[in-house]
């Protein structure tokens, strides 16, 4: 019987935070997914704060929220949005992951088969629903500009325009004043013939072209910089931070200029044998300089969240080097760097030039 | 001189693989019957592994997997594999061995099995020519230059107690600075610390602050394979083709 009684909390929500910080578009994505422990999980969202990040994007899995038909369990999610609220942070929920009730056997859980988008959609509903106040955003979907995100079926906007034209009014009418996102593009140039991705600039124009524009009030946009600074100029032909640019263009062209973008995954690796890593130092400024740049001059840009500020265990690969913090908490430099910056906005110089 | 060498070091593998035949392995078996080592590695570190101009790999992974595959009386394949998939293209039998810098992770011991250290890497820690080395960060003094969000500044954030900190943009712009006297003492990489003072000799290497041990790494359940490479190695590593191998590759200072 004790077995069976819902858990207690444990863990005190503290008082009421406030973020600090001189650029309010500082963000961070947190991996609270597969986190057990709720002191970990109050943990997490405090540094995110006191790095001076004003924003969190979370990923909340379907299949994880409604195992069964109908049936929600919403105590994660629950304890994440009363830590992250209390810490004064504004969440950004992605919701995506089917569960297996949802899509056909032996599928995996990024398939989201057309018959099942009403019962997607009003599981987006009842989300927005249940943390109305306390949720910032709400992303539909994840990357659908790639196979492995779609289903490993061949990446179509016109039918996620479809996905989004049945999410958008759901939400609207369970829960208005939530702001839904257009799911954030992998950020890749890929060739047209190529059945496991599409390039990212191709699949915003066509989601227009399918009437997507309408079913988003923002755009989610992932924006990594691979080995390149943050100010390296955009190119459809390479992935950059400011390939965010070349998004923001295609919104203006067809009309969208009042939307803004929130670019929720970004970031730098300093992995020291992964190709596309860059140097300790090197991610160390690149990430103060991309902060800074959207600060000063994207005004379009709501905030910019990196990849990622913790695991809740090591991945023990190359995205062990995305962290901002160790799995048991220690910093690594470049949150001490976010966090030196959000006290003054002074992105730190070459420090070689100071001897 | 050499070859008298390889047929000792074959005698000794010969009784590892006596050892795993006997539990009914046939990993060493199934190396020996194709002739071939299939060893895998991301041949984009130098010196330990890279593409040569003409296409070949070479390192000191490369000569060292050479010579266990000798031992072993085979052939070495090259399999040039990205970093991230090096331990998944073991579990997937695409190779038998692993030889690229892999430090040794205890969590993975379930699915594979590391040979005994060939090489510690590190953070050591330098200074001028004729300056008395500390023994300790704590008793360092001055100005010490570290690569800013490296792990020589997260060492030197904790440990250092007395010396002024200088972060730099690189590991070479911090032996410039203690070459040039800019700084007192710097803190690099092993390997990088070997390099230039075997080229420039404008510093000198001390104490060897941290210890990140690389390990051949073959599947767990390949037990007799894996003896057979680690008493190879064994052999190898005391051997003087090895002290030469060593001093090709990372310098007479390592």
């Given at each position: ?56 994007v979370?990923y ?34 992605r919701l995506g992951y ?12 990024s ?28 992303v539909i979907w994840n990357e659908p500009n790639l196979?492995l995100e779609w ?32 799911g954030a593009l992998a ?33 989610a946009?992932h ?41 929720t995954e ?90 | ?254």
């Amino acid at each position: 019987m004790l077995l069976s009684a819902p858990p207690q909390q444990t863990v005190d929500l503290g008082p009421q935070q406030q973020v600090v910080s001189c650029n309010p578009k500082i963000g961070v994505h947190t991996r609270l997914t597969d986190e057990v422990e709720e002191w970990k999980i109050k943990l997490s969202l405090a540094l995110a704060r006191e790095m001076g990040a004003t924003w969190v994007v979370e990923y909340f899995p379907w299949a994880y929220i409604e195992p069964e038909p109908g049936r929600f369990d919403w105590r994660h999610s629950d304890v994440i949005l009363a830590h992250a609220s209390r810490q004064g942070l504004s969440l950004v929920a992605r919701l995506g992951y089917t569960p297996a009730w949802a899509r056909p056997d032996g599928s995996t859980p990024s398939m989201l088969p057309q018959a099942s988008w009403p019962a997607f959609a009003a599981f987006c509903a009842a989300f927005a629903a249940r943390y109305r106040g306390v949720l910032s955003r709400v992303v539909i979907w994840n990357e659908p500009n790639l196979a492995l995100e779609w289903g490993f079926r061949p990446p179509s906007p016109e039918q996620y325009s479809g996905l989004l034209s049945t999410c958008y009014p759901a939400i609207k009418a369970s829960a208005p004043e939530t702001i839904v996102l257009a799911g954030a593009l992998a950020p890749m140039p890929s060739p047209l013939d190529d059945p496991t991705a599409m390039d990212d600039l191709t699949y915003l124009e066509r989601l227009y072209a399918a009437g997507g524009g309408q079913y988003f009030d923002e755009l989610a946009v992932h924006s990594y910089g691979w080995a390149y600074p943050a100010d390296e100029p955009p190119d459809p032909g390479k992935v950059s931070f400011r390939r965010a640019e070349l998004l923001r263009g295609i919104m203006e062209t067809h009309g969208d200029g009042a939307k803004a973008c929130l670019i929720t995954e970004a970031g730098w690796n300093d992995h020291p044998r992964w190709t596309r890593a860059v140097s300790p130092s090197q991610r160390v400024l690149f990430t103060q300089q991309a902060y800074d740049l959207a600060y000063r001059s994207w005004p379009w840009c709501r905030a910019v969240a990196m990849w990622v500020l913790r695991f809740p265990w090591p991945q023990r690969s190359y995205q062990d080097y995305f962290a901002f913090l160790t799995s048991d908490f220690e910093p690594r430099p470049v949150y001490l760097a976010v966090k030196a910056y959000a006290s003054n906005c002074v992105v730190a110089e070459r420090p070689s030039q100071s001897l | 001189m050499r070859r008298r060498q390889f047929l000792r070091i074959l005698a000794v593998t010969g009784c590892a693989a006596v050892a795993g035949c006997a539990a009914g392995d046939n990993s060493l078996a199934l190396v020996r019957r194709s002739g071939r080592l299939r060893v895998g590695l991301d041949a984009s570190f130098p010196p330990f592994e890279a593409v040569a101009p003409e296409g070949n790999i070479v390192g000191l992974d490369a000569d060292l997997a050479s010579y266990v595959a000798s031992a072993l009386g085979v052939q070495p394949e090259w399999h040039n594999i990205a970093y991230d998939g090096l331990y998944d293209a073991l579990a997937a039998r695409q190779v038998d061995m692993l030889a690229s810098a892999l430090p040794s992770d205890p969590l993975r011991t379930r699915d594979v099995s590391y040979s005994q250290p060939y090489f510690y890497d590190g953070v050591v820690l330098i200074g001028e020519p004729g300056a008395p080395l500390a023994a300790k960060l704590a008793d360092v003094t001055g100005r010490l230059a570290v690569e800013m969000g490296s792990e020589s500044a997260a060492l030197a954030r904790r440990l250092v107690r007395r010396a002024e900190v200088i972060e730099m943009m690189s590991e070479a712009d911090v032996m410039a600075a203690v070459a040039g006297a800019k700084a007192d003492w710097g803190l690099v990489g092993l390997v990088s610390a070997c390099a230039h003072a075997e080229t420039s000799g404008s510093f000198v290497i001390g104490v060897q602050l941290t210890q990140v041990p690389y390990c051949l790494v073959t599947r767990a359940q390949d037990k007799a394979l894996s003896q057979a490479v680690s008493a190879a190695l064994e052999s190898i590593l005391a051997s003087a083709a090895w002290q030469a191998c060593r001093r090709k590759w990372l310098g007479a200072k390592c």
